[in-house]
């Protein structure tokens, strides 16, 4: 019990600052809104869904007693289910994504530190890729100056 009360000192403090720097991302967006910023809200996102999961069906598992009032919720879960089934496979997976995504910005900083003009453009014209339909890219691309590093 204490170690919950310890991890939920730290944590819930964390989501909450988390989110703060979300919400203000997207109320700056019109000054900020570079693909930095769009792949942190992309990480933000997987990251709560990985939270609030892990916290779902490994926290309050180990924390529940015999005497509680979960118990019978998670005295329950011994046969599986199709909801048992996604919350085993979200946590693999979400690990995952989590490593990829983090790789994803790490590539996105290093390319902006190396040539901030054209890999801005051209990271914003993929992102726009995945927002809208595939003929928006085509003259984005077109228009880009040629790499010369």
Same mark, same amino acid.
């Given at each position: 019990?204490?170690?919950?009360l310890?991890?939920m ?6 989501v ?13 967006w019109?000054?900020?809104g ?22 779902i ?11 509680s009032?979960?118990?019978?919720f998670?005295?329950?879960? #011994?046969?599986t =289910? ?6 085993? $496979?979200?946590?693999?997976? !979400? /690990?995952?994504? *989590?490593? @990829? ?6 590539? #996105?900083?290093? =390319? ?5 003009e054209? $890999?801005?453009?051209?990271e !914003? /014209?993929?992102? *726009?890729? @995945? ?15 040629s790499?010369?590093?």
């Open positions: 019990m204490i170690s919950f310890i991890s000192l730290y944590s819930l403090p964390s909450v600052i988390y989110t703060l720097t979300v919400i203000i991302i997207r109320y700056k019109s000054t900020i570079t693909s930095f910023y769009q792949f942190y809200i992309f990480e933000y996102a997987m990251n709560m869904l990985t939270y609030f999961n892990t916290l069906s490994i926290r309050f598992p180990n924390l529940i007693g015999a005497d009032r979960l118990r019978n998670f005295a329950s879960q #011994n046969e =289910t199709f909801e048992l089934q996604c919350q085993f $496979f979200l946590q693999f997976h !979400m /690990a995952f994504v *989590q490593y @990829g995504t983090t790789t994803v910005v790490a590539i #996105n900083r290093m =390319t902006i530190i190396i040539n901030m054209y $890999f801005e453009k051209v !914003m /014209a993929a992102l *726009q890729l @995945g927002m809208d339909d595939s003929n928006r890219l085509y003259p984005l691309l077109r228009n880009l100056p790499v010369s590093l």
